[in-house]
């Protein structure tokens, strides 16, 4: 089973910073890899897909890189409804896992 | 705009079977672009993934449960189902249901995202 490690669990930012979540897989998942942003009480939202591409409606502020066992999320410039927990997913041959998942946090 | 509503007991004894149903509204279910599926979460934890199934009825299960998980859909309802049998209190999650974009490319089927979820529904195993 591959194993997606994010870190760090928590980022404590102000509105206006910038955040970069870290996500790495045990082994290499090319570039199928998935974000999503999960607020208190909600469903999980999808935002990248395959790495690096915005899901529908997603604003411009998210960006996905990285490839094989390296990711990251950026945003660029915190807003409020930012803060939330945000998930990595790999999809190797249809075996979906999660990793731990990044808080981030209002300063 | 399509919709994703979960129902079933939210309260289930241990060693029987939690059965949900997710019902398909504003969109069919019969479409060559989308599987549908079933991710769980723990209270206070993260994601896991359960399985995935499309409108003829092919399916993908996690390994770790697939010993006790059924997927099922019915087309002319617009609905799927999950079904987890021999269920312990390690089974107390709340349950979603999520629709699964794919592409079809010629080396098969290629999963890209969950990019419709339902509210989820909680469902907590004791006697």
């Known amino acids: 089973e591959i194993v997606l490690t994010q870190s760090p669990v928590t980022l404590s930012l102000s509105p206006g910073e910038r955040a970069t979540l870290s996500c790495r897989a045990s082994q290499s998942v090319s570039n199928y890899l998935t974000w999503y942003q999960q607020k208190p009480g909600q469903a999980p939202r999808l935002l990248i897909y395959d790495a690096s591409n915005r899901a529908t409606g997603i604003p411009a502020r998210f960006s996905g890189s990285g490839s094989g066992t390296d990711f990251t999320l950026t945003i660029s410039s915190l807003e409020p409804e930012d803060f939330a927990v945000y998930y990595c997913q790999q999809r190797g041959n249809w075996r979906f896992t999660f990793g731990g998942g990044t808080r981030v946090e209002i300063k | 705009q399509l919709q994703l509503q979960e129902s079933g007991p939210g309260l289930v004894k241990p060693s029987e079977t939690l059965s949900l149903t997710c019902t398909v509204s504003?969109?069919?279910?019969?479409?060559?672009?989308?599987?549908w599926g079933w991710v769980r979460q723990p209270p206070g934890k993260g994601l896991e993934w359960i399985g995935n199934i499309n409108y003829s009825g092919s399916t993908y299960y996690n390994p770790s449960l697939k010993s006790r998980v059924t997927i099922s859909v019915d087309t002319s309802k617009n609905q799927f189902s999950l079904e987890l049998t021999s269920v312990t209190a390690a089974d107390t999650a709340v349950y979603y249901c999520?629709?699964?974009?794919?592409?079809?490319?010629?080396?098969?089927?290629?999963?890209?995202?969950?990019?419709?979820w339902g509210q989820g529904t909680t469902v907590t195993v004791s006697s």
């Open positions: 504003g969109g069919s279910i019969n479409s060559n672009s989308y599987f």
């Open positions: 999520a629709r699964l974009g794919v592409l079809i490319t010629i080396f098969g089927v290629d999963p890209y995202g969950m990019d419709v």
